[in-house]
């Protein structure tokens, strides 16, 4: 039961915010986000937690409903650097060690 | 010092063949995890070992097998490769434990790109 992303890929200038939705058919544990950049390794961002608040890293946030058993990745005042793919992982119950990732968000970031 | 280190970067061979990946983290975590990126980015779990002992194992042809021999070093060998098993393949790492012990985040190494021809 792969997490659904959208949207699939998004494209803005320099200093536009972004928003990126991750939802599971399945009660969620956790939410965990990570960026990849082109030929690199998937680097972790945050990750959100039942009942925990709501993250941040610089000007990226996100948030966790754990009703609609989705999760939201805002970046905010977009830089360069954010250009990458953003994946979603969920974990359905603790100390599973077991993330099932999204399929991805490709994220352009235009001067 | 590299955290999660993988061999080769570049692994190109002929179907049939069998092949073997390297994995060693030097970040005293002790689980270590194996993941398959096909060449649409999806990137899905094959197999996680905690303190060598093998806990996730997911639907992979038996082809592919995990080895641990201590819990530093996680390789994957795979026997009579198909055209079906090129991808990027990476290795990372995690703190397990429970509660508040438990680190979330996993640590990936730079990858290794096989190619079966």
């Known amino acids: 039961q792969q997490p659904v992303q959208s949207p699939q890929a998004v494209i803005l200038r320099e200093g536009e915010d972004a928003v990126i939705n991750c939802s599971s058919s399945?009660?969620?544990?956790?939410v965990h986000w990570y960026r990849q950049k082109h030929g690199e390794a998937p680097v972790f961002l945050m990750i959100l937690l039942k009942g925990g608040e709501q993250m941040r890293h610089e000007k990226i946030s996100a948030s966790f409903n754990e009703k609609k058993q989705q999760s939201s990745l805002y970046l905010t005042a977009s830089q360069l650097s954010y250009s990458g793919t953003y994946f979603c992982?969920?974990?359905?119950?603790?100390?599973?060690?077991?993330?099932?990732f999204g399929s991805g968000t490709r994220l352009s970031i235009r001067p | 010092d590299t955290a999660v280190s993988q061999t080769p970067k570049y692994l190109v061979t002929q179907m049939g063949n069998d092949k073997s990946i390297k994995c060693e983290q030097n970040l005293g975590h002790d689980t270590m995890y194996w993941y398959k990126q096909d060449s649409k980015k999806f990137l899905k779990i094959m197999f996680s070992y905690n303190n060598k002992e093998l806990i996730i194992n997911e639907t992979v042809p038996n082809r592919f097998s995990p080895k641990s021999p201590d819990k530093a070093h996680l390789n994957l060998h795979i026997n009579s490769l198909e055209l079906g098993d090129s991808a990027v393949y990476f290795c990372?790492?995690?703190?397990?434990?429970?509660?508040?012990?438990?680190?979330?985040?996993?640590?990936f190494g730079p990858g290794t790109r096989l190619t079966v021809t």
């Open positions: 990372a790492s995690s703190q397990d434990g429970t509660g508040i012990l438990r680190s979330y985040e996993q640590y």
């Open positions: 399945k009660a969620l544990y956790s």
């Open positions: 992982g969920t974990e359905w119950r603790s100390s599973a060690s077991k993330i099932i």
